[in-house]
C-alpha cells in the first residue's frame, strides 16, 4: 500500500505565507514526478505545481511567481511554499505523486487533502 499525506493547511490571511507538505509512504521503489492540484468550491480541480525527480518544475500562470514547489527525494516528500496568499489561492491542496511500485509498474496516487483559505 502506498499513502500521502498532506500538512499544513490552514486560515491565513491575504497577503500571507503557508507551507504545505506532502509525505509518501509505504511499499515505494521510486517516484517520478510529484505535484500539487487545488480545488475550489464549485470548481474543477486544477494543476498548481508539478516538479520532476531531478527538480525541473512547471507552475499554473495564476501562481507564478508567488509559489515554489520543492521535494526531498531522501524523504519522500514534496513541499509547497505560498507566499502573497489571495482570496482566490482558497481551495483543498492535493498531493499527486507518480509511484513506482515492485511488480505494479507506475501509477498515480493522491492524498486526500488539506484545506487553505485565504481571507480578505
Known amino acids: 500500500q502506498v499513502q500521502l499525506v498532506e500538512s499544513g493547511g490552514g486560515l491565513v490571511q491575504a497577503g500571507g505565507s503557508l507551507r504545505l507538505s506532502c509525505v509518501a509512504s509505504g511499499s515505494i521503489l521510486s517516484i517520478n514526478d510529484m505535484g500539487w492540484y487545488r480545488q475550489a468550491p464549485g470548481k474543477q480541480r486544477e494543476l498548481v505545481a508539478r516538479i520532476s525527480r531531478s527538480g525541473s518544475s512547471n507552475y499554473a500562470d495564476s501562481v507564478k511567481g508567488r509559489f515554489a514547489i520543492s521535494r526531498d527525494n531522501a524523504k519522500n516528500t514534496v513541499y509547497l511554499q505560498m507566499n502573497n496568499l489571495k482570496p482566490e489561492d482558497t481551495a483543498v491542496y492535493y498531493c499527486?505523486?507518480?509511484?513506482?511500485?515492485?511488480?505494479?509498474?507506475?501509477?498515480?496516487?493522491w492524498g486526500k487533502g488539506t484545506l487553505v483559505t485565504v481571507s480578505s
Open positions: 499527486n505523486a507518480d509511484i513506482w511500485r515492485s511488480g505494479m509498474g507506475r501509477t498515480a496516487y
